[in-house]
């Protein structure tokens, strides 16, 4: 606020500032300088009050300061006001800054800062405003709301995605570790809000910062956000695995925060390690997949790494184009499998079970079961042949035996009833079959074309 005390010379002792002196002042302010007298008249004008306002100094001296320069709504509360002040020298407004609007001589209204000091003069009381045009900083301002309000939405926005997610999400302060937010599901996982506690206590129940905490790796050399971390970890206070994806992010407030979203993958874990178990069975056990193409002697495709162990083959050697399949099935059964597996594929029969002899690379024959599955387009052409490959060999030497009185077949009682039902008959009318089982056929290495 800015005051000239213009006091009769005879009243004061000093030495008095001369008017051309306080002209070079006013007339070099980028403010406008504007007095009124008594009246309400306009008695000073400056040069900053003509570019302000756009009326020349010769325009407004000795005219009503608020009829020409003030929004009609503001007249009735500044005659009620300046009648104080002609009274006292005091007002509402004297020695405060006021934010009002103005009217410019083109006729439009803008934002002005004014602060107003009284000039006593003999008996009467003269004010004296330092006026600044405004506009530019409320425009500053308004978009500064502006963007706040946008920015308040959009977290809203977030906050209500990530409320919307099934995963687990938190976002945390990166200085302070204070959760800053936590999503439904991750509330509903743990059965509280932990919004305010720490990060590491509340979710791990570390004493300190987690050892692995990656919070550094989220920005770059300039402490900006960079990219994203992907890691995977067992929580130790709800025991379940998380595939976590971090983020720095800056937050409300400008915060730089750490963004988590987490995946439980307990259950795909657990897949994992059955899968891990059967694999391992798999490859100490006689088994080993297959796939062959629909094609002339059937070439292999793809055969499971542990087939060298069984058929002394390599993958490599199998899926060799010199390696033909059909060629390894003994003659005696190359015929009717070749007929079984034509049918199917005509008969729309994709999942079909074949017992046939194999010639190994040593040129031994040995008995296998195969889960066979037909692969087709979505005209129905068989495009792939699958098999889960059985060596039954050793079930066929250990299970059964059998015998030739009279030049017939005995099937002697060795066989679990599971597999076959047997009626007694007597020795001399020979043996024979009266019911079988898939699982009997499996065992002994047989069709019932057999």
């Known amino acids: 606020m800015s005051t000239f005390d213009i006091t009769d010379n005879d009243a004061r002792s000093e030495p008095q500032v001369s008017e051309e ?24 004008w400056n ?5 302000i306002f756009g009326h020349t100094q010769a325009e407004v001296m000795g005219r009503n300061l608020h009829r020409l320069l ?16 002609l009274r006292s020298g005091r007002g509402a407004a004297i020695g405060e800054t006021l934010e009002l609007w103005a009217l410019h001589k083109a006729g439009h209204e803008f934002p002005i800062e004014l602060s107003l000091a009284p000039v006593q003069r003999a008996d009467s009381w003269h004010a004296v405003g330092i006026i600044r045009d405004i506009t530019q900083r409320k425009q500053v301002e308004a978009e500064l709301q502006q963007s706040r309000c946008e920015l308040e ?20 302060d990166m200085q302070t570790y204070e959760i800053l937010f936590m999503n439904r599901y991750m509330i509903e996982s743990f059965g509280r809000d932990m919004t305010g506690q720490i990060c590491w206590a509340a979710f791990r129940g570390e004493g300190a910062p987690c050892p692995h ?23 130790p206070l709800t025991g379940r695995w998380y595939m976590n994806y971090d983020r720095a992010i800056y937050w409300e407030n400008h915060r730089l925060a750490r963004l988590q979203i987490a995946l439980d993958i307990t259950k795909l874990k657990q897949t994992e390690a059955a899968l891990v178990h059967e694999r391992d069975l798999f490859r100490a056990g006689p088994v080993f997949t297959i796939a062959w193409a629909p094609a002339e002697h059937w070439p292999v495709t793809f055969v499971s790494s542990n087939v060298s162990e069984i058929l002394g083959y390599g993958p490599e050697e199998m899926t060799a184009a010199a390696f033909r399949y059909a060629e390894h099935i003994h003659p005696e ?26 010639r190994d690379k040593a040129g031994r024959y040995r008995w296998y079961y195969d889960f066979t599955q037909l692969i087709r387009d979505g005209q129905g052409e068989v495009t792939a042949i699958r098999g ?9 030497v ?10 017939g077949f005995r099937l002697l009682p060795v066989c679990n009833p599971l597999f076959f039902n047997l009626k007694e008959i007597p020795e001399e009318a020979g043996c024979h079959m009266v019911h079988q089982s898939n699982m009997g056929w499996f065992v002994l290495g047989y069709l019932s074309g057999h």
């Open 388 to 396: 889960y490959m059985f060596d039954q060999s050793a079930q066929n």
């Open 47 to 51: 040069p900053a009050a003509q570019r």
């Open 398 to 407: 250990g299970l059964f035996s059998l015998c030739s009185p009279k030049g």
């Open 21 to 44: 002196f306080l002209q070079a002042i006013t007339d070099s302010l980028q403010d406008a300088v504007v007095g009124i007298d008594t009246d309400g008249a306009i008695s000073f």
């Open 333 to 358: 059964d190359l015929g009717w499998v070749a007929d079984e597996v034509a049918g199917n594929m005509a008969a729309g029969i994709d999942r079909f079970e074949q017992s046939y002899r194999l």
């Open 70 to 85: 003030a929004p009609t709504r503001f007249h009735a509360a500044h005659r009620e006001g300046f009648d104080q002040f």
């Open 153 to 172: 939405d959009s977290h809203q926005s977030m906050k209500m995605i990530l409320d919307s997610i099934d995963a687990t999400i938190y976002v945390a």
């Open 213 to 235: 905490c990656n919070n550094d790796r989220l920005v770059d050399a300039e402490g900006q956000p960079s990219g994203v971390v992907t890691w995977q970890d067992k929580n």
